[in-house]
């Protein structure tokens, strides 16, 4: 028994001699903000040049290539209100990367949605698929029955609720659990 004790403890401290020689584990802090593309930051840094011509060709040169690639695709230009419209088109995904969008505000919770029904058919497993005028298509989840069928041009309401399950509502009519699909 006293091997196995001398054992145990040495096993004990090579674990706590590794556990200390470790790097200390990596935080959950806020991920690092995104750097800028390389044409903007090219553009900003003319600002640090003192002469007058030599900054203005450099302006010019840096635009010229923020104008280029911005025409490509390579870099793209979204407004506030752009940003705040594709939060609200992605209701009901999960999106880490959505976080592009929220410089320079606090985002909007966005905790429903509304729309209008494109078509709405139901599946072989009797549940509802329903496709919005904006692209979205809602799958129901749960057995609900909804009283009246969904037809094109009804009004839809879809809330999110606990544990990122999603409500609909057809027409005022009694709530069902969706996903979204698309």
């Not at 553009?43 to 280029?68: E, H, P, V």
């Not at 999603?166 to 659990?177: D, F, G, I, W």
Request: glycine share 6%.
């Amino acid at each position: 028994m006293q091997a196995f004790g001398a054992r145990a403890q040495f096993v004990a401290a090579a674990v706590l001699i590794a556990a200390l020689a470790a790097p200390p584990p990596a935080t959950a802090a806020e991920p690092a903000a995104p750097a800028r593309a390389q044409q903007l930051q090219q553009l900003l840094d003319c600002r640090a040049l003192t002469d007058s011509t030599a900054r203005l060709a450099c302006f010019d040169k840096a635009a010229g290539a923020l104008d280029q690639a911005e025409a490509k695709g390579d870099v793209v230009v979204v407004d506030r209100e752009t940003a705040r419209k594709v939060r609200r088109q992605a209701f009901g995904f999960t999106l880490p990367s959505m976080s592009i969008f929220d410089k320079g505000e606090k985002p909007e919770a966005i905790t429903s949605s509304e729309g209008t029904i494109a078509s709405a058919r139901r599946l072989l497993t009797g549940k509802w698929e329903i496709k919005l005028e904006d692209g979205a298509t809602w799958v129901q989840v749960d057995l609900t029955e909804i009283p009246i069928d969904p037809k094109p041009g009804q009004t839809v309401k879809i809330k999110s609720q606990a544990m990122g399950s999603y409500a609909m509502s057809v027409n005022n009519q009694r709530e069902v659990k969706v996903h979204r699909e698309e």
